[in-house]
């Protein structure tokens, strides 16, 4: 399985950039970087993916590395609202039919008033 | 828009009793997809469906587990017999379509106890 490894967790002052990193060396030419965040006792929340090229939404915005081994998730200003586990997944074909999420732990962001 | 609903939200039951989760899509969403979700980890994928057939059940634990969707949009989760280990919460999402790279939409999630 295609892996993506990030801090358990991280704290950010109200107002502030907040940058998620995420590692991935396994990843291969077809698979997608996607980002969900989980609010506590919600459902997960699609925030941004994204394969080779910066991408930016009104959510936040995605830095990909050159060699697509590592990623950032980039909160241009945390609010309290954005307090929550982000999720760094990999989109891989699962050669049934279907682009499977794969989820690991995440990190588990604290926003700081 | 009506988001991805799901009932009961919360479900208490005993150890060796049958269950049901519901899940209804978001109008016109062809993909829907179960995730389990334990204490402290990730969801954990379980089965997606496309328009009314299982595309790929690989997630279900063990053949206690089986979900429908006979109408191509709600689908529920049957658990037979079911053990404290099956406590966690359900996860439903759907997309536009599975096989595009679409966004997921989840649901609130069904928080399934057994004693």
């Known amino acids: 399985d295609a892996k993506t490894t990030q801090p358990n967790s991280m704290e950010s002052n109200e107002e502030e950039p907040v940058h998620l990193p995420c590692n991935h060396s396994?990843?291969?030419?077809?698979?997608?970087i996607h980002w969900y965040r989980q609010l506590p006792s919600q459902g997960p929340e699609y925030v941004i993916h994204?394969?080779?090229s910066n991408v930016n939404n009104r959510m936040a915005s995605l830095a990909i590395a050159e060699d697509r081994k590592s990623s950032t998730l980039i909160l241009h200003r945390a609010t309290l609202r954005d307090a929550a586990v982000y999720y760094c997944i990999l989109r891989v074909y699962s050669g049934a039919g279907s682009y499977q999420l794969t989820f690991g732990k995440g990190t588990k962001l604290s926003v700081i008033p | 828009g009506a988001g991805v609903s799901q009932t009961p939200s919360n479900k208490v039951t005993e150890k060796g009793k049958y269950v049901e989760l519901r899940c209804d899509p978001i109008?016109?969403?062809?993909?829907l997809y179960w995730y389990r979700q334990s204490l402290g980890q990730g969801p954990e994928f379980l089965i997606y469906?496309?328009?009314?057939?299982?595309?790929?059940d690989s997630g279900l634990p063990n053949d206690r587990f089986f979900a429908v969707r006979p109408e191509g949009s709600v689908s529920t989760l049957k658990i037979q017999r079911t053990e404290r280990g099956d406590s966690a919460v359900y996860l439903c999402a759907s997309s536009l379509n599975g096989r595009l790279i679409n966004e997921q939409f989840f649901g609130p999630g069904t928080r399934l106890t057994v004693l």
């Open positions: 994204g394969l080779t």
């Open positions: 109008s016109g969403h062809t993909a």
């Open positions: 469906f496309q328009g009314t057939g299982a595309a790929d």
């Open positions: 396994t990843i291969s030419g077809t698979d997608y």
